[in-house]
């Protein structure tokens, strides 16, 4: 916890000087979902960290759009996703009002 802590120091520089902190959880999948869910349950990691910082969070099982692609190698998008993964991306970031609505 001290290294999200460090962190969070860094998350509140930024917010006083305007800024605003995004962390994004990408999407895995197959094999590499089931290790990376395995050895760091997102109840206990990533909740527990989005739960102590100020930042906003986003990890894409939270966003069903996010979770509609298919990961070649389970953990990169096919380069022609790429433009349409980056769209409802930044549909969410609209959302949660971290991005003006265009």
Known sequence: MEDVKKVEEWVQQIAS???????????????????????????????????????ETIHFTDVPALTQFELPDTSHLDYRDAPAFTNRLLDELEKRGILPVQ
């Open 17 to 55: 000087r305007g800024g605003r902190v995004v962390f994004v959880r990408f999407p895995t999948s197959g094999e590499h979902w089931v290790l990376d869910n395995s050895q760091y349950p997102k109840s206990e990691y990533w909740d527990r960290m989005a739960a102590f910082t100020s930042a």
